[in-house]
């Protein structure tokens, strides 16, 4: 019973730590504080404008920059509107998708980037590092506004096939201060 109840403790500990590393307030936010309105610059090796569609398809080494926050894939779509002048309203990109902006790192399979909502959603073999600190899983949502950081086990729909978390479970590292005694 004591084991249990210890467990339950360091269980919950553990989790508690997750949330102030990867939720908390502006230093430990991820990618908090992201201008979601700066204009977006892309870079690829393939370029295809689909005005009838209102999209852009990328593809070969994309890397899309806005305000910092570097998306890079091997392809990209990006869904506009064409007003009054082009307005990007969604990226989705795929294909070995990494997102970076200072010492913060996201990474998986699939993303799709909501400017109008300011969210981006991490599917499959999903990896997010701040400094030293680690978590995996199936999904991140990331809310750009807030800085704050949702990850779970398993990717929409189930868990992902061939991933390391594909029993369901989020893992992580996080670092421990150094003490004296």
């Known amino acids: 019973m004591k084991g249990s109840f210890l467990a339950a403790s360091v269980g919950a500990l553990i989790a508690t730590t997750a ?5 908390g307030p502006a230093p430990a936010q991820v990618f908090g504080g992201h201008n979601s309105n700066a204009p977006v610059n892309f870079d690829a090796g393939r370029i295809e404008v689909q005005d ?3 999209r852009v398809v990328l593809s070969g080494a994309v890397r899309v920059e806005q305000a910092g926050l570097v998306l890079n894939s091997s392809r990209m ?3 506009y509107r064409n007003t009054s002048g082009i307005e990007v309203d969604r990226i989705d990109a795929s294909g070995g998708v990494t ?3 200072g010492s913060d790192t996201a990474s998986g399979d699939v993303a799709i980037y909501d400017l109008n ?3 981006i959603t991490l599917v499959g073999g999903v990896t997010l590092t701040q400094g ?3 978590l ?4 991140v949502i990331i809310d750009l506004a807030s800085g704050r950081s949702t990850i779970d086990g398993r990717a929409a729909g189930g868990s992902t096939p061939g991933t390391q978390n594909s029993n369901g479970r989020v893992s992580g590292t996080f670092t421990v201060p150094q003490r004296t005694n």
């Open 117 to 119: 909502r300011r969210l």
């Open 77 to 79: 779509t990006v869904a």
């Open 136 to 139: 995996s899983g199936g999904r």
């Open 52 to 54: 009838r569609a209102d």
């Open 99 to 101: 997102i970076r902006k």
């Open 19 to 23: 949330v102030l590393t990867f939720a």
């Open 132 to 134: 030293t600190n680690r």
